[in-house]
Nanobody
Framework: QVPLVESGGGSVQAGDSLSLSCTTS???????MGWYRQAPGKEREVVAI????????LSADSVTGRFTISRDNTKRAVTLQMNRLQVEDTARYHC????????WGQGTQVTVSS
C-alpha cells in the first residue's frame, strides 16, 4: 500500500463544479489510480480510473461527460474534475491506487444540494 492524500471536497449547489485531488509520496507510482465513491446506505462504486500512462480511462456511465480524470506523474497526482454536479453525486469520494494490496484514501466528502 501507498500513502494517499485527498483534497477538494465540499458542499455545492447542483450544477456547480468541484475538483478533487489525490497525491502520493510513493516514488514508484507505476500503477493505475482513480476514484471510487460511497453514498450512505449504498455500496462503493467506481467513478473513474486512469492508467499509469493515461491512455486508458474507465468511468462510470453516470459521470461520463460530466467528470474528467487526469494525472500528472511528475507530481504523483490524480485529479477528478467534476462539472454539472447532481444531487445524486453526493457521496464520500475515495482515492484509489491499484497497488498490491489495493490502497484506499480516507476519503473526502462531496455534498450536492438542489
Amino acid at each position: 500500500q501507498v500513502p494517499l492524500v485527498e483534497s477538494g471536497g465540499g458542499s455545492v449547489q447542483a450544477g456547480d463544479s468541484l475538483s478533487l485531488s489525490c497525491t502520493t509520496s510513493d516514488r514508484s507510482g507505476i500503477y493505475d489510480m482513480g476514484w471510487y465513491r460511497q453514498a450512505p446506505g449504498k455500496e462503493r462504486e467506481v467513478v473513474a480510473i486512469i492508467s499509469w500512462t493515461g491512455d486508458r480511462i474507465l468511468s462510470a456511465d453516470s459521470v461520463t461527460g460530466r467528470f474528467t480524470i487526469s494525472r500528472d506523474n511528475t507530481k504523483r497526482a490524480v485529479t477528478l474534475q467534476m462539472n454539472r454536479l447532481q444531487v445524486e453525486d453526493t457521496a464520500r469520494y475515495h482515492c484509489y491506487a491499484d497497488t498490491t494490496p489495493r490502497t484506499w484514501g480516507q476519503g473526502t466528502q462531496v455534498t450536492v444540494s438542489s
